[in-house]
């Protein structure tokens, strides 16, 4: 369309010529003619410029007026770095948390499995609201129940976690988290292999030939890789199987294990007890719709299962408990404990990003009155309202794009450490990593808060003159331009005031865990996993129980251990199931009143002495309670004080309510009562816990070494001394007590700390904000404050006054943020089921935290403000 | 030579230039430089439109459609490009004159309130 630039040269070439032509013919010179026509053409380059800009889009005027724009507003911002580095380094924190958290949830809760057809699957789970179990799995007897009844679901896989001792693969014997899975999990689930092949229908039933499948994190991470694995022998136990093949990289679902395997592999899953125990629930289920079938036919058909089911056996089923079936599809099962966590994060993530934005636009708008001079000026050479306003859109592209760009930078670091938060309730969270998505969220949040503060500075308006400030460029401050400042410092402080005692909350939270008196001495004692060599079965076994003792014994003849103890459980990391039923002499329960409950546990002597627990009457267990001798128990002092309110605990009798004891009635005499010792709950609750002897129960296999120096040292001691007993016997995770209980402590720490990293950044944020206003507002106040301290205030009295400015924006914003805070609260408790508001403590050390804060930001300005000259003052205007 | 000195040549009104340019090759074809001089001596020298904005309106016309350039040759027997009206041209020409007499008439109203009375 556009003639090239031969063809305008030869149209103008042409015009020249003509116009040569005419005025030789009207008799002029030739030379004069053609200097004349020349000069009457005006400037030839201009004219064939202006003809391509003829030809040329729109759109390439306006990109081309932007670039002249953004070059203009770079230099302008060069010639404030301090504003401008602000702006971009508090844009950056608001927009590289919000990335960051973005990423995570994209991540967990919105990217489809790798499974196949993965809106297809289905979790099954059974639930009793009645006592509290959100996810009591299912029996054998159940899932086939189910299996058999149900055709909107086309097929059912099925899953359960045991640990099994493996031996093989180049390690030392040790006990690893398997999967026992029938022969139709994977075909369900939709997985393939990445080497060999994994299970089918083959694999399935008693008579099959033991196989298991490696899982991808286990095979790279402990194998490197190996592909020479499939085909090798690995001893399950006290049986063999064949590798068969490795799984692809999948979320691992409902366990993080290291083998899937099949039933033959896992003597428990052939016996009597799983298979026809209705009451014996290990078992987790899968389903994969069939064609045609929804989520809402299956859940139909499967509860309509369920509930004849429940009619059937009502035995196996207590009506308090009220057994109910839930489905959801697998993706949301997996996603659903991170996504409260996450969606709070994604709160407080946006909360910085109104407070970055907030900020900034007060950096803004202080800059715009600065400039209104300079505004005024382009005003009055022609510039519209239209070029201005793309002046400030350039700059503040400028700023948010720069602002944006450092921001993914700091997304990186981010996501690491909020997806090492959040893989505490995702497994998910660990395969997320900084993606695309993450620059649009980026790029989106920078056009926005551009935008936004684009438009935050007002425009030399036509109706009032703005000739008064154009030549001295002093700064003029409208009551409107300050109360505009201040709602914005406000807002910040307000938003910073809820992380901040949100953050608190949690501290506080924290630091009462940490400290919290446990009964027991953590520091000295060392706790060892010597899982007895199948899978706990055979426990009472007395050459089991002889092992261990002698171990035992060994280890006490160590150099520095002051003693040793066999238990069936490490406090804190280990757990048992709730309290049992129990019977005592001379008590019985009201009519309707619930009998009382109690923690079963099995110890040896010494233990008590171990740990640390005062004996509070009668004696500790000996060598001599054997299976042979009076059955004896030791109860803890809140078991003495609740049924014994008279304080004659001491050989009365009490003896165990439950099927697992079988149907005779077992009473054993009381012969001492300990402290308290509540190995369940991290703060101490009054813990009703009834011990009996390893010698007449039998032993699990964790070990308590109470160490004179550090523990730690001990271990390889420890470890060479099982050796030499046995070469199969696992010795596994040895740790202090101290450091497991931590270890459960750390989710509550990584609260804390993201929370805290939140707060901090608002924190920031607001004293910058504050400092900002208040500088602002002195610098426009020079001569108001050269009059005053003309008329007599004194330098003190100006620093006292703008301090308190600082104060009065500081309190303003608590107030508000409190409130606010106190609405959301009240908002959230109706969609979320836990919501604590954070008590007297945190809230005002939130508010301390903001005042001193408000305090500190104040003092520079308030310093510059009492250190005016008064006559410098009066003369600047 | 010049019929007029430069102070009683007059500005042309904005806006206007595309209506003159069209109603200057309501006769014919032209090229550029007759379009101007036919300018200049159809207002007897009082209007003057300069290169610099003569030929960005002609290629502004063509690329609207209302004229079409074609290579010609000139009586001076030169080389040179042709404007010719267009359909579309001749029907922008019309409107443009109906929206220009409207505004004289009115202009003059204003000008003349006691004449427009009369009338």
Same mark, same amino acid.
């Given at each position: ?877 | ?5 430069? %102070?009683?040549? &007059?500005?042309?009104?904005? !806006?206007? *230039?595309?209506?003159? +340019?069209? @109603?200057?090759?309501?006769? /014919? ?14 207002? %007897?020298?009082? &209007?003057?439109?300069?290169? !610099?904005? *003569?030929?960005?309106? +002609?290629? @502004?016309?063509?690329?609207? /459609? ?22 579309? !041209? ?6 443009? @004159? ?22």
């Amino acid at each position: 369309m556009c003639p090239d630039n031969d063809e305008l040269d030869e149209e103008i070439r042409g015009h020249l010529a003509i116009s040569v032509n005419q005025r030789i013919e009207r008799g002029e010179e030739p030379a004069a003619a053609r200097l004349a026509a020349l000069k009457e053409f005006g400037n030839l380059t201009l004219t064939r410029e202006s003809i391509q800009g003829v030809y040329r889009p729109r759109w390439f005027d306006a990109a081309e007026g932007l670039a002249r724009d953004i070059r203009f507003a770079v230099r302008s911002l060069l010639r404030v770095k301090g504003m401008a580095a602000t702006v971009i380094v508090t844009l950056a924190l608001g927009i590289g948390a919000n990335a960051a958290i973005f990423s995570v949830i994209r991540g967990v809760l919105l990217r489809p499995l790798v499974n196949r057809d993965e809106d297809r699957l289905i979790y099954i789970r059974q639930t009793a609201p009645g006592i509290g179990a959100t996810n009591m799995t299912f029996s054998v007897p159940e899932v086939n129940d189910l299996k058999s009844r149900v055709p909107s679901v086309s097929a059912f896989g099925d899953f359960s976690t045991v640990d099994l001792r493996l031996i093989g693969l180049g390690s030392e014997p040790r006990i690893v988290k398997a999967g026992v899975v029938g022969g139709s999990f994977f075909e369900v689930m939709g997985l393939r292999p990445v080497l060999g092949r994994l299970l089918d229908a083959h694999d399935d039933g008693p008579d099959a030939e033991g196989a298991a499948v490696l899982t991808y994190r286990f095979w790279s991470i402990s194998l490197n890789s190996d592909p020479t694995v499939v085909g090798k022998t690995i001893r399950l136990g006290p049986r063999s199987a064949t590798v068969v093949g490795v799984l692809e990289p999948s979320v691992p679902y409902p366990a993080d294990t290291e083998i899937i395997a099949n039933i033959v592999t896992s003597p428990h899953h052939l016996g009597a007890t799983m298979n026809t125990n209705r009451a014996h629930r290990m078992t987790e289920l899968f389903g994969r719709l069939a064609p045609g079938a929804s989520v809402e036919s299956a859940r139909a058909e499967l509860s309509a299962v369920h509930t004849a089911m429940v009619r059937e056996h009502p035995e196996s089923y207590s009506t308090k408990a009220s057994v109910q079936l839930r489905v959801t599809k697998l993706r949301d099962q997996i996603a659903s404990p991170a996504r409260t966590i996450l969606i709070v994060l994604l709160a407080a993530a946006a909360v910085v990003f109104v407070i970055a934005c907030s900020n900034v636009a007060n950096l803004i708008l202080a800059r715009s009155v600065r400039r209104e001079g300079e505004l005024a000026v382009r005003a009055a050479l022609g510039a519209g309202t239209g070029a201005l306003r793309r002046t400030l859109l350039a700059e503040s592209l400028v700023l948010c794009g720069a602002g944006a760009l450092l921001g993914l930078l700091l997304a990186r670091p981010f996501v690491a450490v909020v997806a090492r938060y959040a893989a505490r309730f995702s497994i998910r969270a660990l395969e997320v990593t900084v993606d695309s998505s993450v620059l649009w969220v980026g790029a989106g949040l920078a056009i926005a808060a551009a935008v936004l503060l684009a438009y935050v500075p007002r425009l030399p308006s036509p109706q009032a003159p703005a000739g008064l400030g154009l030549a001295t460029g002093g700064v003029r401050i409208t009551p409107g331009t300050n109360r505009r400042l201040r709602m914005f410092a406000t807002t910040q402080i307000a938003f910073s005031f809820v992380l901040l005692a949100g953050a608190g909350m949690l501290l506080a939270t924290l630091v009462a865990m940490q400290t919290a008196n446990t009964g027991v001495d953590m520091r000295h004692v060392l706790a060892v996993d010597m899982p007895p060599a199948a899978t706990g079965f055979g426990m009472g076994d007395a050459n089991v129980i002889g092992f261990h003792e002698e171990t035992g014994r060994r280890i006490a003849q160590l150099p520095g251990v002051d003693g040793v103890a066999l238990t069936m459980l490490v406090p804190w990391r280990d757990r048992f199931g709730p309290g049992i039923v129990f019977g005592v002499d001379g008590y019985t329960p009201v009519d309707g009143e619930e009998r009382p409950r109690a923690r079963f546990r099995v110890v040896s002597p010494r233990y008590f002495a171990v740990l640390g627990v005062p004996l509070i009457a009668g004696r500790d267990f000996t060598d001599e309670d054997r299976r042979d001798s009076e059955l004896v128990a030791i109860v803890s002092q809140t078991v003495a004080q609740r049924l014994f309110p008279n304080g004659d605990a001491l050989n009365r009798h009490m003896w165990w309510i439950d099927d697992y004891f079988g149907k005779v009635v077992v009473p054993r005499r009381i012969v001492g009562v300990v402290g308290d010792v509540d190995d369940e709950n991290i703060v101490r609750a009054p813990a009703m816990a009834i011990y009996q002897p390893v010698r007449q129960i039998g032993v699990v296999g964790r070990l308590l070494v109470r160490a004179a120096g550090d523990p730690y040292a001990l271990v390889p001691a420890v470890r060479r001394v099982v050796r030499g007993m046995s070469a199969d016997q696992p010795v596994e995770r040895p740790a202090t007590l101290e450091d497991i209980r931590a270890e459960v402590l750390s989710p509550d720490r990584l609260n804390a700390f993201v929370f805290s990293g939140f707060a901090g950044i608002a924190l920031l944020i607001a004293v910058v904000g504050v400092a900002g206003v208040l500088a602002f507002s002195v610098s426009a106040r020079t001569r108001e404050f050269g009059v005053r301290l003309a008329v007599g205030s004194t330098p003190r009295h100006l620093l006292a006054r703008v301090l308190s400015e600082g104060g009065r924006i500081a309190a303003i914003g608590i107030a508000a943020g409190a409130a606010g805070g106190y609405l959301l609260a009240r908002v959230a408790t109706k969609f979320f089921t836990q919501v604590e508001l954070p008590g007297m403590v945190p809230v005002a050390g939130a508010a301390a935290v903001l005042i001193a804060a408000a305090v500190v930001a104040s003092l520079m300005p308030a310093a510059r403000a009492s250190r005016v000259d008064v006559l410098q003052a009066l003369r600047s205007e | 030579m010049a019929k007029h000195s430069d %102070d009683q040549r &007059l500005e042309l009104l904005q !806006g206007t *230039l595309d209506m003159l +340019l069209l @109603r200057t090759l309501q006769w /014919g074809p032209r090229h550029g430089h007759g379009i101007g001089q036919t300018i200049r001596a159809q207002s %007897d020298d009082l &209007l003057r439109v300069e290169t !610099g904005s *003569l030929y960005p309106a +002609l290629h @502004r016309l063509v690329k609207r /459609g209302w004229l079409k350039a074609e290579w010609g040759v000139s009586e001076a027997n030169q080389r040179a490009r042709f404007y010719q009206l267009t359909a579309a !041209g001749k029907a922008q020409l019309s409107r443009e @004159r109906d929206r220009w007499s409207q505004l004289v008439d009115a202009i003059g109203r204003v000008m003349n309130p006691a004449r427009a009375s009369e009338e």
